[in-house]
T-cell receptor
């Protein structure tokens, strides 16, 4: 039972344009969400997070939006840069003390 | 400050062989984790240790054992490797799993092939 799903295995965008990565979840008890970025042959690195009491969180070029009624999370990258090319994982947690549940990942390619 | 380190980086085993993957963190974190990453399946939790002296099963614990040697080190052991355990293994640590905003930091991974 995949509780966190990233339905797009890959996404290709032009440099300077917006990248939108999507994540859907089924468990309405999730109350904290994170995005991780992973380059080849490296471990994932934390990118940005959002609590369920918010619907938006920004950090520089990265913004995460949360739509609780739709059980949908998205990551916007504006403007996209070639160095953003990586696999992006969304993850969710139910309560403090519980483990993270990860999505399958989306490969983002930003073309110069 | 090296963060989370893992050894070895690569390993090839024959079916039935055993091995231990080592992980250490220098961030004074309480909680540590072992994940495996397989194509199209994201990161799946094998075992975790909320704090020194405790370990708990994750989503896919069968075929693995762990030891939280001390606060810094958390090892993963494959007693009798199987081809289904071919994967990339990541160790992670975090300040405290009991904090809602807890963030995990990952090591570089071990690529394991079981023939």
């Amino acid at each position: 039972d995949q509780q966190v799903k990233q339905n797009s295995p890959s996404l290709s965008v032009q440099e300077g344009r917006i990248s939108i990565l999507n994540c859907d979840y089924t468990n309405s008890m999730f109350d904290y969400f994170l995005w991780y970025k992973k380059y080849p042959a490296e471990g994932p690195t934390f990118l940005i997070s959002i609590s369920s009491i918010k619907d938006k969180n920004e950090d520089g070029r990265f913004t995460v939006f949360l739509n609780k009624s739709a059980k949908h999370l998205s990551l916007h990258i504006v403007p996209s840069q070639p160095g953003d090319s990586a696999v992006y994982f969304c993850a969710a947690r139910i309560t403090s003390g519980s483990r993270l549940t990860f999505g399958e990942g989306t490969q983002l390619t930003v073309n110069p | 400050n090296a963060g989370v380190t893992q050894t070895p980086k690569f390993q090839v085993l024959k079916t039935g062989q055993s091995m231990t993957l080592q992980c250490a963190q220098d961030m004074n974190h309480n909680s540590m984790y072992w994940y495996r990453q397989d194509p199209g399946m994201g990161l799946r939790l094998i075992y975790y240790s909320a704090s020194e002296g405790t370990t708990d099963k994750g989503e896919v614990p069968n075929g693995y054992n762990v030891s939280r040697l001390n606060k810094r080190e958390f090892s993963l052991r494959l007693e009798s490797a199987a081809p289904s355990q071919t994967s990339v293994y990541f160790c992670a640590s975090s300040e405290a799993i009991w904090q809602l905003t807890d963030t995990q930091y990952f090591g570089p991974g071990t690529r394991l092939t079981v023939l």
